[in-house]
């Protein structure tokens, strides 16, 4: 099973950065506004690349980081931080100041076999939307020092109704610190076969021994 691994040290970074799609996090009358949002890299010619945020706004880096890092490549899921040189509609050249990749896995199909490999520990979801063919999520749960994974599972449902799970296993780690993860999940080849609208069910545990869920339209 292919589960997500997640470590405390980029959870601390995550928590620098977080929230808002795109958001404000530093403006004054002497600096330019730093923004950041979340998108997928779209490579071009040579090391020329951009950036399709999930708002559908194109960045494209003029000053900064010019060529992307090790291990992003096109069609990455990327975490941008930039401010604007310059913005004409939908489109706008940057200094990007940093860009970290987004933890990226598979759907899996559910089966009670993989109950206790997958886990039930708890977790908050702070925001959770569709772009791109990912369904994406913001994350908010407590660790110490022990790696913890993520899954999500695609229930069998009739009428091939959209029912997910998503898994937390924190491999019993102490609750000592807040930390947050980012998280795409690919589901191109899932909403290739459904009709828009379409209603998505996320549950997910909010105790070892409660549960809540979440519904997003596919729109």
Known sequence: MNMGTFTTTT?????????????TIACSDDKEPIYEGYGM???GSGNAFSILLDNDMLIRPQE????????????TR???VFTILKEQGQTANV???ALDSILTLPVIPYSPNLTNTAG???????????????LNFELL?????????????QRPEPDDALVFELRHNDYDDENRQANMQIISFRLQSILQKVSKPAEITVYYNTTEIT?????????
């Open 41 to 43: 890299v779209q490579k």
């Open 120 to 134: 039930n520990a708890p977790v908050n979801i702070h925001r959770a939307w569709i772009a791109h063919g990912f």
């Open 11 to 23: 959870g601390l970074k995550h928590l620098l950065f977080f929230f808002l799609l795109l958001t």
């Open 211 to 219: 549960t809540d869920s979440i519904r997003i339209t596919y729109e």
């Open 64 to 75: 900064g980081i010019l060529d992307l890092p090790e291990g992003i490549g096109d069609s």
């Open 78 to 80: 990327v975490h941008p």
């Open 95 to 97: 200094n990007l100041m």
């Open 141 to 153: 749960f407590v660790d110490n020092n022990k790696p913890h994974t993520f899954c999500l599972l």
